[in-house]
Structures are given as C-alpha cells and as structure tokens.
C-alpha cells in the first residue's frame, strides 16, 4: 500500500432536477398539504375505527409532486378509482380528484364491516375485480371519507369535497391529461392483520387555484386587521387612565400605623430630591421627578421603562 497516495474523498451525490418538468409547488406549500393530510389521516382513523369497530392506524407516508402519467403508470385494469370534486364555484375544474386503495385493504374492510376479522385472502388474485354488490361497500365508505376531507383544510379555506362515481378500469379512462402536475398524497392503513395502501392525487391546477384563494384570503385579513388597529388606537386614544405617582415604599408596625397622628413625620429612607416612580396598571412605565407646573404638583418624565 502506498502511504504517499492521498486517499479519495467519497463522491458527493447531489438530486437530479427536471428542468423539462420543473416544480409547481415550493417546500412550504408541501409542508402546508402534509400538515393538512396528517389531520385528515387522523380523523379518517377515527371514521374507520367507529364504522369497522376494528383498530387501525393510518399515516402520511409521502406528499410527491409529479406527472399524472406516473401515478396512471402504475393503476392496472382492476384497480378502483373513486372520483371526487369540490363543491366550490370558483374553484371547480374538469380534473377530478382520485382515491385509489389497494384491493386487499378494501376487501379487509368489507369483510369486517360485514362482522368478519378482515384476515386476507392468500389466495387472492392480482387481477381480482369487485363484485356488484363489493363496489356499492366500496362506494358507501369512500363516500364518507371523502366528505370528511374538507374538514382538514377549515384553518387555511373553507371547502366541501363530493364524491362523484367511481371508475372500475381506470386504465380505460383518461381522467387527467398525462402530463398534468398532480400531487400525489400517499397513507399507510395498518390493522392487526392487514396493511395497505391509500392514494391521493390531486391536481395542480386545483391546487394553484385554492393556494391563490388562501392568499387572497391571508391577504384580506391583514388589510383587516390593520384597519381595526387604527381604529382600536383610535378608541384608545380618548380612554381614562389611572397613572400613580409612588414616592416612596416603607414598612410600619401596626402598632405604629394605629398610633399616626397629624403633624407626624415618616421616614421614607429615601432624599428629597430622589426619583418618583409612575405606575401604570401595576406596572412601572417611568420615573422622573416632583415638581411644580402651573401652581399645581407635577411630575416631570426622566426616563421610560416599557417601549410602546
């Protein structure tokens, strides 16, 4: 081994970007969604857990901008799509949201929700369709959840989320134009003895257009409240306020408090000419010092303690 030869320094691995596809959606918008889908996973949780009487755990895995043909890549001719929109005027668009959940776990939560345990099939195709009869299931639930979604959005904008139909060979449809941004909002649904996953994908021109009604709203309500400001200093500005001059603060014995007469004299331990301290509210705001203005006792401001 050669000691003279200075060892290689490891490569550093730096992440591709798409300059043909680059992204919509900055890290805060994506961070805003995952806050808003972790709500959403927990109220579902809840939602599942009452109507199966089974326990489960749902979580956000992933919140990944990408193209649609992407997601659409992977759905094959019995997957189910429930479709859904928003019932906002101003916000409706032609591209549909999706709802995709794995077979498995759908079939899992029929079962239990017909008084089964929800133990998976091991001999259950990959090509498995739903029944009739399943689909109706299906769609009763997935209805529900996606009412549930307009809840976890009610701190940024107020929206209400519809089921629409649900598409039983997706690979058969396009919902979305192939090279439509989308965001694909991906959950894990755990039971004891199941797992599976559920899949969102929202469309970027949805999304663009709720993030531009959040500004407007953010906003409206900054222009708001700096008009209140005004008008609150405003009302202010006429209010009474108590302003206590403290001279000085001493002890007494009781004894001594009850035997005072007029003419007795006090020692404050303090010179005549120390600081005077001005309370507001039982707070010190300034000091300064004892005078005379226009014949009647006053107190000249010498310093601020509290910046307004």
Request: glycine residues 6%; proline residues 4%; charged residues 25%.
């Amino acid at each position: 081994m050669n000691l003279d030869t200075p060892a290689k320094e490891p490569e550093k691995k730096y992440k591709k970007y798409d300059f043909y596809s680059p992204r919509k959606f900055t890290k805060e918008r994506i961070k805003m969604l995952n806050s808003i889908f972790e709500g959403y996973a927990r109220v579902i949780n809840s939602r599942i857990n009452a109507r199966l009487h089974a326990t489960c755990e749902i979580q956000v895995e992933s919140i990944e901008e990408q193209r649609y043909y992407e997601f659409s890549n992977a759905l094959t001719e019995s997957d189910v799509l429930a479709l859904a929109k928003i019932d906002m005027e101003k916000l409706q668009e032609e591209n549909p949201i999706l709802v995709h959940m794995d077979t498995a776990i759908v079939l899992t939560m029929l079962d239990r929700l017909m008084g089964g345990e929800g133990a998976p099939d091991p001999n259950l195709p990959s090509e498995y369709k739903l029944t009739d009869l399943e689909l109706n299931m299906y769609e009763d639930i997935i209805r529900d959840l996606i009412a549930l979604m307009g809840g976890s959005w009610e701190n940024y904008i107020t929206l209400q989320f519809e089921y629409v139909r649900t598409e039983v060979n997706p690979t058969l449809v396009q919902l979305i134009g192939f090279e439509e941004t989308v965001v694909l909002v991906g959950m894990t649904i755990k039971f004891p003895n199941c797992s599976g996953r559920m899949n969102l994908c929202l469309p970027g021109v949805m999304l663009t257009n709720i993030f531009s009604e959040i500004s407007k709203i953010t906003t409206r309500h900054a222009s708001a409240s700096e008009d209140k400001s005004d008008e609150i200093f405003g009302s202010l500005r006429e209010s009474d306020l108590e302003i206590v001059a403290e001279l000085a603060r001493t002890r007494l014995l009781l004894s001594d408090l009850y035997h005072l007469n007029v003419g007795d004299v006090v020692d404050i331990s303090r010179p005549k000419d120390a600081l005077v301290y001005l309370n507001i509210g039982g707070r010190r705001w300034f000091d300064g010092r004892m005078g005379i203005y226009n014949k009647q006792m006053a107190v000249k401001i010498n310093e601020t303690y509290i910046k307004t």
